[in-house]
């Protein structure tokens, strides 16, 4: 069974600082990986995805790989009270004739004023 | 814009009922998922289905069972509901082979009184 392994905080920063969120898997053969924002009683939502060693910015996120390691990371520059919620990691396998996500538990972000 | 919608936000029923929990995406997806989601177990695959008629049994199908008889829907069915079923559930879909990840619907609080 593939794993996806997170923190599960919570992580508290103050405003204006810089988030760091970390996630560690088990499968070597993974290739895609993504990062979920989820709202208190809402639904994830996909900030970013990442396929490449190295970094992907989009905005005040960073995306980070390192499949050598098995390690992917979030960076949230900045950090506002409205990026406080729980980020989910999540790994994409292939099988079946499609593609399937392996989530983590997440990681709680309080941004605090 | 892309749309899962999920046919109930909170619904409440009593115990040894069958419940029917519908998806409905708009996106042409080949890909859909049934998830539920717990406090510290994070979000946990109860049935996915690569395409028509077709489907796969996730990490939790036991107490549950599935159809999609058309593309854009997958059905969620809790053949005798029982208390250890009240969860939030959340409907995704994806593309077949794509590396996008998933869109999430809006997600069903259900309650087994």
């Known amino acids: 069974q593939k794993e996806v392994e997170q923190n599960s905080g919570p992580l508290s920063v103050p405003e204006g600082a810089i988030a760091s969120l970390n996630c560690t898997y088990s499968?070597?053969?993974?290739?895609?990986f993504f990062w979920y924002r989820q709202y208190s009683g809402k639904s994830p939502e996909l900030i970013m995805s990442i396929y490449s060693n190295g970094d992907k910015e989009d905005g005040r996120f960073t995306a980070q790989l390192n499949k050598a390691s098995q390690y992917v990371s979030l960076l949230i520059r900045d950090s506002q009270p409205s990026d406080s919620a729980t980020y989910l990691c999540?790994?994409?396998?292939w099988g079946g004739g499609g593609n399937k996500l392996t989530f983590g538990t997440g990681t709680q972000l309080k941004v605090e004023l | 814009d892309v749309k899962v919608t999920q046919s109930s936000r909170y619904l409440v029923k009593r115990t040894g009922e069958k419940v029917f929990l519908e998806c409905v995406q708009d996106m042409d997806h080949e890909n859909m998922f049934w998830y539920r989601q717990d406090p510290g177990l994070g979000l946990r695959l109860i049935y996915f289905s690569y395409d028509v008629k077709m489907k796969e049994k996730g990490d939790i199908p036991e107490g549950y069972s599935v159809s999609r008889e058309k593309k854009e829907r997958f059905s969620l069915i809790l053949e005798s509901a029982s208390t250890n079923q009240t969860s939030m559930y959340l409907c995704?879909?994806?593309?077949?082979?794509?590396?996008?990840?998933?869109?999430f619907g809006s997600g069903t609080r259900l309650t087994v009184v």
């Open positions: 999540a790994v994409l396998e």
């Open positions: 499968d070597r053969v993974s290739q895609s």
């Open positions: 995704a879909s994806s593309f077949g082979t794509s590396n996008y990840g998933y869109t």
